[in-house]
């Protein structure tokens, strides 16, 4: 296998603050990572570094082996590399219809093909029984639900998913993981996550990253990891303490 | 034309900069607590140029002595209004906004063209031809006056904003709205507050105006303007930038009147504004959004 | 084509086609002024369309609409009147000076994401630029105004939109008309919805892959032609310019109530928006004189007190609550 996605070395400050401190990780064509860490440890900082919102202060972002890091969101999408926001961004006044043939309307040839191909994605994703409500009247694990579909119509060969578990019952992130799985296996389609339900990660995950204050303290399949000293330190251990 | 003339119009630019500033102040604190963007701003200005007028006719009141009793009216006036009609459009889009303070705007200018007619108006006091002459230089005594007048209702403001709690409550919910709202500031109180000194600034500064020029309700658009102009100089929510930001457009307005000719002078400031837009947008004192 | 029409239900379809004909029987059946007044209403529909489009659509408020608008029309009077080149030729000559505009004020405002109120502002400051400009331009008539003249040999040059009243009206009918469909075509297009994603929220879009600079220009560059060719109609309708009434902000302002009033971003927002305040507005003045309140201002601020109260109760404009009184709701395409 080869390596789709690398980083290497990167760093992000904000004044003066070092929010990704020379992180370096190498994703490979059809796997799912993970990439695990406590608040502030720089996760959604890495996502947008990748995504294209910020431009690293050092280091590059390869996809295909060519550099993105300074592209823009919109050349990284159309490139293949989709993501999600943590914070869910769906078009509110508009039908969860729309939302996602807005996302497949980049490979589509018009907005009635662009229909079809989001259809298909919402049954993927058990929200097409909803598709004329508007997207600001969903709950959060359907408007979460949303973020993955729409995400998903633009054809992506990378998708970032930040946090998509957050707020689901077990027997919804169930479905959630067993959606990733499929399209991971079918689709062919390598899945990049920021995970704090561990159930998810444990159960989809090749292997695991583990970001603290910044920097990469481990990685690893993901039975090794939850065994690392550090890792339990800074993050298990203080979940452990709740 | 001689050095001395460039030296009169440059003082007269600053004295004037320092009442534009005052009124584009008010327009500043509005949009910088309230995030509302006062579209009737010049149309209150116009309000208490009127108000300074009738008081003058009436009692014989100095515009300048008036601004302060109609700074204190007319923040009554903003507290009531944000109270009681521009609080539920605060969580509107801005669009909305705009169309109630367009109302708000017409309602003010045909109310006083019905009342006082288009005609223009000014006030003639004891000392109005007066002057300084300091170096050869002459200064207006009246816009000394009112730049002085315009400099402590300023001080005042940027007093009560750092030392009293409510001006230092405001600062925080414009800083940070839902941390003001979690440890217990009443919000609405201060957007309240904040609308009416913004209106205060605006009271004051029309009635130190009404000293200084003739008036026509006709003037209040390019009053609205011309604050608009000043605080995105100066950058939109800043105080500091709103006082630099009149005494800039004040200067480069007196100068442009003098060397080019005074119907394209606020041609200047707008051109100034786009230079402004292109190079900084954020104003010159703004914070840059992250 | 086909597309742009799905929203339409049988019943709605039937609704569009009772006014279709009532506004082309209109002059036969209707006085004269009554006359004029719905060819107001019909260009206010036709302008309230065009800035509909910028941002009721794509989000960007422009309160400067009035430059594109003065742009079109001072460059068609002028190459009629000085060059002798007719209006369906100077036309694309305004499009182009209003796009030339519209690209200036793009350029500042988009690439340094001068966004919302900033960007609301910059379109006032350049409206006001471009009007003093022209206030103090000779080459324009100055303050004093532009003047086409009014030959009663040419009033039947049709082709140099030379004619009477009855050509005006079925001009501005065709012109609405064109703008519907325009909006249409537009709102089920991939650029529609492009738009649509960014007045929503750019960020999300943007990680869609929409270009939004691109698509904001696309968006302003549209609105602009658009109202521009509003200008040229109003030049050699009214055969008169004057930088004071076709360049003042309080242009901007008339062009932008009717779609808010109306609905924004609804296709049908504009026209129910102009019919409703350009009849308000002459039945103000009717009434008030009728009564003997004719005084200067009266009617001004009456309007103000009306549009504070309308966008107070309705905050989504008129036409979505209409649309469902009415049983005219859009079918989902």
């Not at chain 1, 900082?45 to 082996?65: H, S």
Request: with cysteine; aromatic share 10%; charged share 15%.
């Amino acid at each position: 296998m080869t390596a789709l996605l690398e980083v290497v070395d990167v760093v992000k400050r904000f004044r003066g603050l070092t929010a990704v401190d020379s992180v370096s990780l190498s994703v490979e064509d059809g796997e799912i990572f993970a990439i695990i860490g406590p608040n502030g440890a720089g996760k959604t900082t890495l996502f947008n570094l990748i995504a294209g919102v910020y431009a690293p202060d050092e280091g590059e972002v390869r996809y295909a082996g060519a550099r993105i890091d300074g592209q823009e969101p919109e050349q990284i999408c159309a490139a293949g590399i989709a993501r999600t926001f943590q914070i869910v961004k769906p078009f509110p006044d508009l039908s969860v219809r729309d939302n996602v043939a807005i996302g497949a309307m980049l490979r589509a040839p018009d907005m009635t093909a662009a229909r079809a191909q989001g259809d298909e994605i919402l049954r993927k994703l058990d929200l097409f029984d909803k598709s004329a409500q508007k997207a600001g009247s969903l709950t959060l694990p359907d408007r979460k639900r949303l973020e993955v579909a729409r995400a998903l119509a633009t054809k992506p060969r990378i998708i970032l998913l930040d946090e998509v578990m957050a707020g689901l019952r077990p027997t919804e992130t169930d479905r959630m993981v067993g959606v990733l799985r499929d399209i991971n296996r079918h689709d062919k389609l390598t899945i990049v996550m920021i995970e704090h339900v561990m159930r998810a990660v444990m159960a989809l995950a090749d292997r695991v990253h583990v970001l603290h204050h910044g920097a990469s303290i481990a990685e690893g399949a993901p039975q090794e990891v939850t065994k690392d000293a550090r890792v339990i330190e800074s993050y298990l251990g203080m979940k452990a303490a709740h | 034309m001689s050095f001395s003339l460039y030296v009169e119009v440059l003082i007269q630019g600053v004295l004037s900069g320092l009442v534009y500033g005052l009124m584009a102040l008010g327009l500043s604190v509005i949009f910088g607590v309230v995030r509302v963007v006062n579209f009737a701003h010049g149309e209150f200005a116009v309000l208490a140029m009127y108000c300074a007028f009738v008081l003058f006719g009436l009692a014989g009141v100095d515009p300048i002595i008036a601004s302060i009793p109609l700074a204190i009216a007319f923040f009554v006036l903003g507290y009531a209004m944000q109270r009681g009609m521009v609080q539920p459009f605060v969580t509107r889009p801005q669009h909305e906004q705009f169309i109630l303070l367009v109302g708000v705007a017409l309602v003010i200018t045909n109310g006083l063209l019905l009342v006082f007619g288009p005609e223009s108006k000014h006030v003639d006091l004891p000392y109005s031809f007066d002057s300084y002459t300091v170096a050869g230089v002459l200064i207006d005594k009246v816009r000394v006056y009112g730049a002085a007048a315009a400099l402590a209702v300023t001080a005042a403001l940027f007093a009560f904003f750092r030392f009293t709690s409510t001006g230092t409550a405001i600062r925080a919910s414009a800083d940070n709205l839902t941390g003001a709202a979690v440890v217990g500031l009443d919000v609405k109180r201060l957007y309240a507050i904040s609308f009416g000194l913004g209106l205060a600034c605006v009271g004051a500064a029309g009635s130190i105006m009404m000293a200084l020029t003739d008036m026509t309700p006709m003037l209040a658009p390019s009053l609205t303007l011309l604050a608009f102009t000043i605080v995105i100089v100066g950058g939109l929510g800043s105080m500091t930038g709103a006082l630099a930001g009149g005494l800039l457009i004040g200067v480069a307005e007196a100068v442009a009147s003098l060397v080019v000719s005074p119907a394209i002078k606020s041609m200047v400031s707008f051109g100034l504004l786009v230079l402004v837009l292109a190079l900084r947008p954020q104003g010159l004192f703004g914070k840059a959004e992250s | 084509m086909k597309g742009a029409l799905s929203f339409l239900t049988p019943r709605s379809t039937i609704a569009l086609l009772v006014c279709g004909v009532a506004l082309l029987i209109a002059p036969f059946v209707v006085d004269r002024y009554t006359l004029s007044i719905i060819l107001l209403a019909l260009l206010g529909t036709y302008l309230g369309q065009a800035w509909n489009i910028l941002m009721g659509y794509c989000g960007l408020l422009s309160l400067g609409h009035a430059l594109y608008l003065g742009l079109g029309a001072y460059a068609s009077a002028i190459l009629f009147v000085n060059y002798g080149v007719g209006p369906w030729l100077s036309v694309f000559v305004a499009m182009a000076l209003a796009i030339g505009a519209a690209a200036v004020l793009g350029w500042l405002g988009f690439r340094f994401r001068i966004e919302d109120v900033y960007f609301s502002l910059l379109t006032i400051a350049f409206a006001e630029i471009v009007r003093i400009g022209f206030d103090n331009w000779s080459f324009v008539g100055g303050a004093a105004g532009f003047f086409l003249p009014v030959n009663a040999s040419l009033s039947h040059q049709w082709w140099n939109l030379r004619g009477g009243p009855l050509f005006f009206y079925y001009l501005a009918l065709a012109m609405a008309v064109a703008s519907l469909v325009i909006a249409a075509v537009l709102r089920s297009s991939k650029l529609g919805y492009a738009f649509l994603a960014i007045r929503e929220d750019p960020q999300a879009a943007r990680a869609l892959g929409v270009n939004i600079n691109r698509t904001r220009f696309l968006a302003l560059f549209i609105s602009a032609a658009m109202t521009a060719v509003g200008g040229v109609y109003l030049a050699f309708w009214t055969n008169n310019l004057f930088p004071a009434q076709i360049l003042e902000t309080s242009k901007s302002i008339e062009i932008i109530l009717a779609p808010i009033i109306g609905g924004l971003g609804t296709l049908m927002g504009p026209f129910v928006g102009a019919f409703l305040l350009v009849p308000l507005g002459s039945a103000l003045t009717d009434g008030l004189r009728a009564i003997g309140l004719s005084a200067p201002g009266v009617k001004a601020l009456v309007y103000g007190l009306i549009l504070m109260a309308i966008i107070a109760a309705t905050p989504n404009g008129i036409w979505p609550w209409l649309a469902r009184k009415l049983g005219l709701e859009a079918r989902e395409p």
